[in-house]
C-alpha cells in the first residue's frame, strides 16, 4: 500500500510561483509512474503532468506547458510539481497519483489534495 501526502499549496497572486511536494511512503514508488492532477470547484478532476518512473519521460496538460515542470527525486520517494506564472484559472485543488505501472496509465494510488488558489 501507498500512501501519499501532497503539501505546498497556498494564496499566491497572478504571475507568482509556487512547488508542490508529495511525500510517498508505505513502499517505493521508484518503479511507478506518478502523475499531478487538479479539481477546480465545480468542475471534474483533470490531468496536470505526469512522469515516468525513471523520470525520463514527463508529459504535460495543454493548458500548463511552458508553465509547470514535474519532477521526481526516487531516492527520496517524493514528487514535486513546479509552477510559474501562474493564473486564476489555475486555482483548483492538486492530488499526487501513483501509477501502478513504469508508464503513464490508471491511476492506482491518491493522496488528499493541497489547494492552490491564484488571485487576480
Known amino acids: 500500500q501507498v500512501q501519499l501526502v501532497e503539501s505546498g499549496g497556498g494564496l499566491v497572486q497572478a504571475g507568482g510561483s509556487l512547488r508542490l511536494s508529495c511525500a510517498a511512503s508505505g513502499r517505493s514508488v521508484s518503479s511507478y509512474a506518478m502523475g499531478w492532477f487538479r479539481q477546480a470547484p465545480g468542475k471534474a478532476r483533470e490531468f496536470v503532468a505526469a512522469?515516468?518512473?525513471?523520470?525520463?519521460?514527463?508529459y504535460y496538460a495543454d493548458s500548463v506547458k511552458g508553465r509547470i515542470t514535474i519532477s521526481r527525486d526516487n531516492a527520496k520517494n517524493a514528487l514535486y510539481l513546479q509552477m510559474n506564472s501562474l493564473e486564476p484559472g489555475d486555482t483548483a485543488d492538486y492530488y499526487c497519483?501513483?501509477?501502478?505501472?513504469?508508464?503513464?496509465?490508471?491511476?492506482?494510488?491518491w493522496g488528499q489534495g493541497t489547494r492552490v488558489t491564484v488571485s487576480a
Open positions: 497519483s501513483a501509477s501502478l505501472l513504469c508508464v503513464p496509465g490508471t491511476y492506482r494510488y
Open positions: 512522469i515516468s518512473c525513471s523520470g525520463t519521460n514527463t
